[in-house]
Nanobody, 125 residues
Framework: QVQLIESGGGLVQAGASLRLSCAAS????????MGWFRQAPGREREFVAA????????SYADSVKGRFTISRDNAKNTVSLHMNSLKPEDTAVYYC??????????????????WGQGTLVTVSS
């Protein structure tokens, strides 16, 4: 099973960009669908984006489509989330996640098998 560590959160102004990174341990990284979730204060955790092990299938939440880009580097065991045109409503703790069952399970099930500890993104207006 992989272990996940996120980095890259911080405080930015609306309209700015930010890049989150997630480093994974373990030799089976390329077999996992990787994703990002977020949890805003007082709200439930929600799916943001996911990418399959091969990188061929990617899915986004409607709220971030066109602004966020997920990518992965299997040689470096990393997955990234590039966030552009950030809005105050993007403020949340962002979690990296891994799941061996695929994008559909992660997106529709709003679930994952392995979670990182989270990194806080704050967007000021």
């Amino acid at each position: 099973q992989v272990q996940l560590i996120e980095s890259g959160g911080g405080l930015v102004q609306a309209g700015a960009s930010l890049r989150l990174s997630c480093a994974a341990s373990g030799r089976t990284f390329s077999t996992y669908t990787m994703g990002w979730f977020r949890q805003a204060p007082g709200r439930e955790r929600e799916f943001v984006a996911a990418i399959t092990g091969s990188g061929r299938t990617i899915s986004y939440a409607d709220s971030v489509k066109g602004r966020f880009t997920i990518s992965r580097d299997n040689a470096k065991n990393t997955v990234s989330l590039h966030m552009n045109s950030l809005k105050p409503e993007d403020t949340a703790v962002y979690y990296c996640a891994a799941d061996g069952r695929g994008v559909i399970i992660m997106k529709l099930g709003q679930s994952a098998e392995v979670w990182g500890q989270g990194t806080l993104v704050t967007v000021s207006s």
